[in-house]
């Protein structure tokens, strides 16, 4: 199991100023250094770091599951982050974790509030089930997207 981050090109495009899911130029702002999760590095952006703030649809194309939703990212260029332990954007008490098919369409009875700290084993659980192809980490009280949990 391993958590990835928003693929560098796409990433890179929205900070040359690349249009977002909604057609938008990313807005610019400031980190308050309060709770902006970059979903690139996977690290909360510093106070006083710029960042950018824009709607992203974390799937291939378009269909009626493919949600869109705001998140943050660092407004330089930052390195992916990702891999095996749980990412320190992941700093609330708990998540959603749901699962998705091969299909990138919601696999209905996998969605859950999990405590942070049981999402690998939540997610282990869930890969059991074979017609998980991957997960989506999102906020429990937003469900902005945080997060993907490949096998």
Known sequence: MRF???PTDVV?????????????????SVSDGGGNPCRHCLK?????AGMLVLAHRPFPSLQPYAEVGPI???A?????????ALPEVLAS?????????????IVYGTGGVVATGSIPSRAAALFDDARVAYLHVR???N?????????
């Open 4 to 6: 990835v981050a928003i």
């Open 12 to 28: 890179r495009a929205y900070q040359a100023g690349g249009p977002d899911a909604n057609g938008q130029v990313p807005e610019r």
């Open 44 to 48: 909360m952006i510093p106070q006083g």
């Open 72 to 74: 943050f990212l660092c």
């Open 76 to 84: 330089d260029p930052c390195e992916a982050g990702g891999g095996e």
């Open 93 to 105: 008490p708990d998540y959603i974790v749901r699962g998705y098919g091969a299909d990138d369409r």
């Open 139 to 141: 906020s429990a009280r």
């Open 143 to 151: 469900n902005c997207y945080q997060v993907r949990i490949d096998r």
